[in-house]
């Protein structure tokens, strides 16, 4: 069940191919996930990380055929979350007086979830525990992405084990990064950025260049989901500098609902205006109500510029547009221009109450948007293309 990492660094985690949201109903998850842990042997023997509870009892079946519980020196908790903690009461029930290494809100949040007072050993960005020969260096990665969140170095095999950092939602037999599916790969971190670590981006940017002032060598790096990194492993490192630097593709994304397809038209219309204006430009729709929400996220990471349309109803927006600016708000996205667009009937406050939400969110505003009335006709229509003009010549890189 074990698959051999380094020396003596070996993979003991689950691969959950059936998995399709995580955090609740927060995040789509197309291609499943793995839960990664790893076990240690050396003079000393280290568990880091655990899996997530469903999979407890697995977990401790198989990690008993690879060595007798009572025999593990240090169990390393980098976060609490409950798909790395899962497995931890039970682990526990077997070695109660087993040293569990983690930061000061790692204690926290562990007797938050598990109300346990265990042996816990507070570290900081530097302190050592040998292993014999090798060492784990521990080095705090505070809000990467949660209070407790932690890295830690083995030495002398060179292995980053990075927790949620540079991980993706992507279960494969495979478990190594140069045997995957680029594309698939490639296309599951960025969705895992854009979603996760998006706010967190000045964090990312310090924290990376922090380790990198460490000199140490690095040949893997062990992160707590999706494939292990061996081949080049600074790749994914040198992405995440390209992400937390205000990340902007040369697209412009256009987001709306719909009801009786006058918003589509108008999208729809938009965005021939703007693609006959700047050839180069790549022009993507979506209708917010028929696509995921986290795939809808990832495009807005990407994009430099964003439109938002709904029709107005009952005063408002439909519920799908209003949704995806509450998560818009929380990402804190910078460096992206937006605007609005809708149809409407009678009042025709859609616009107006897009454009402030998208104002909040971070947004640059590029003008006060645009609406049509009912179902717009040959002169809307014309309207909607002259707009789309304007606007990709406003935004053109
Ligand atoms: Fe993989 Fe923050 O949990």
């Known amino acids: 069940m074990s698959i051999n990492v380094k020396n003596n660094v070996f993979w003991i985690g689950k691969i959950d191919w059936e998995l399709r949201k995580f955090h609740g109903d927060e995040y789509s998850t197309h291609r499943g996930s793995t839960y990664n842990s790893y076990l240690i042997k050396e003079e000393k023997t280290a568990i880091f990380d655990t899996v997530w509870a469903p999979f407890a009892e697995e977990y401790i079946h198989n990690l008993s055929q690879e060595i007798e519980l009572d025999k593990i020196d240090y169990v390393i908790a980098p976060h609490a979350e409950i798909d790395h903690s899962g497995a931890l009461s039970l682990l526990m029930s077997h070695m109660p007086d ?43 990665a505070p809000m990467l992405h949660w209070p407790d969140s932690m890295f830690c170095y083995l030495t002398e ?66 992160a707590s989901h999706g494939i292990i990194w061996r081949d080049r492993p600074e790749q994914i490192v040198e992405k995440y500098l390209k992400w937390s630097d205000d990340y902007q593709e040369n697209q412009i994304t256009i987001l709306y609902d719909t009801m009786w397809s006058g918003t589509r038209v108008m999208a729809e219309k938009i965005a021939h205006g703007i693609s006959s204006t700047d050839k180069a430009v790549n022009v993507k729709l979506f209708n917010l109500a028929k696509t995921d929400k986290n795939d809808v996220i990832t495009e807005i990471f990407k994009s430099k510029a964003i439109l938002m349309g ?88």
């Open 98 to 140: 087993t040293p569990i290494y983690c930061t000061q809100n790692g204690v926290k949040s562990l007797k938050g979830h598990y109300h346990q007072d265990w042996n816990f050993n507070v570290v900081k960005t530097g302190d050592r525990l040998s292993l014999g020969q090798k060492e784990l260096i521990f080095i705090e």
């Open 310 to 397: 709904s029709p107005t109803i009952n005063r408002g927006i439909l519920v799908s547009v209003a949704g995806i600016l509450e998560e818009v708000k929380g990402l804190k996205f910078k460096n992206k221009k937006a605007a609005a667009f809708g149809c409407y009937g009678w009042s025709g406050e859609s616009t107006k109450i897009i454009s402030e939400n998208l104002k909040t969110a971070g947004f640059e505003l590029i003008d006060d948007g645009i609406k049509t009335m009912w179902r717009p006709d040959n002169e809307g229509i014309t309207q909607c293309v002259e707009y789309g003009r304007q606007l990709a010549a406003k935004v053109r890189l």
């Open 157 to 222: 095999d060179n292995i980053l084990f990075s927790n949620d950092a540079f991980g993706q939602h992507y279960a494969s037999e495979y478990m190594f990064n140069d045997l995957v599916d680029q594309n698939e790969l490639f296309d599951e971190c960025i969705k895992y950025y854009a979603n996760i670590l998006t706010p967190f981006s000045p964090l990312v940017t310090k924290k990376i260049k922090e380790v990198l002032a460490f000199n140490l060598p690095l040949d893997i790096i062990c």
